[in-house]
């Protein structure tokens, strides 16, 4: 028996032709997309290239956004006002040449003496949240916290006059200065803490082992003389724990 076909509710040929995507008229049909794609092949409809598909379905901005972006606002903020996503407006501007604001300079405006009397108000008066903030001042969530940080308005963090000041030591190594922010001092500096590493002082071990073998092995040899009785007594008691047969000597 064969299979049962589909029937349509529409002429999907000619929306299809009037510039609907197959998606679209799927949806109100209630089938999938390569479905309506099979049926229109069958019916002799030539299908859109992906590239054509792209262009129908391009937004069409309300606004001048080049003037807005190069005035000083930010692609999230017009991505607002497009009801869209800032990564649609930023193509779109990359399209007409105009060359992007690096790292998040594109995304955010600079932080102004105004913005923290704003801040100020949000975050001790309304106790808004960070993202709510963050919305309104056309912030990241980050940039928010860390003025509130900063002025010591977080209840994780110290207040700036609570913070340890920058302590100075000598490197028992090298003998040079550098300056630490823990309360108990460091032993190294920056560069001499690589060194005396665990997995770097084990490699070092290994080619020091390799180069001087004989003198390790006596080494090894006068350490076991030394505790002997101590050996033999964790040996004992290990085998006792373990049910095995105990060692005579």
């Known amino acids: 028996m064969g299979r049962k076909k ?4 529409t002429d999907i040929a000619k929306r299809y032709l009037d510039g609907e995507n197959s998606i679209q008229i799927a949806k ?5 997309s390569p479905t309506i794609r099979d049926n229109l092949v ?6 859109r290239s992906r590239k054509e598909a792209k262009a129908l379905m391009r937004i069409e901005f309300r606004t001048n956004i080049v003037k807005r972006y190069l005035g000083g606002e930010s692609t999230i903020k017009i991505a607002r006002d497009e009801e869209c ?4 407006v ?8 105009i060359e992007m ?8 405006e600079k932080w102004a003496k105004q913005d923290d009397k704003k801040l100020k108000e949000l975050w001790l008066n309304h106790a808004l949240s960070k993202r709510d903030i963050a919305r309104k001042l056309n912030r990241s969530k980050w940039t928010i916290w860390h ?3 900063k002025f010591g308005w977080t209840k994780t963090c110290p207040r700036p006059h609570d913070r340890p000041e920058p302590k100075k030591a000598i490197c028992v190594t090298c003998g040079e200065k550098y300056t630490y922010m823990r309360s108990i001092s460091n032993k190294y500096c920056p560069k001499c803490r690589m060194k005396m590493n665990r997995g770097y002082s084990k490699i070092k071990s290994k080619i020091y082992y390799r180069e001087n073998k004989e003198k390790e092995i006596i080494r090894k040899q006068v350490w076991y003389q030394k505790n002997k009785k101590r050996i033999i007594a964790h040996q004992r008691e290990y085998r006792r724990k373990k049910g095995l047969t105990l060692i005579n000597k």
């Open 6 to 9: 589909f029937q349509f509710k």
């Open 28 to 32: 109100s049909e209630g089938c999938c």
């Open 42 to 47: 069958r019916m002799g409809v030539e299908l």
């Open 85 to 88: 996503c800032d990564t649609t």
């Open 90 to 97: 930023r193509n779109r501007l990359v399209e007409k040449g």
């Open 101 to 108: 604001r690096s790292g998040l300079e594109g995304r955010f």
């Open 147 to 149: 003025r509130a940080w």
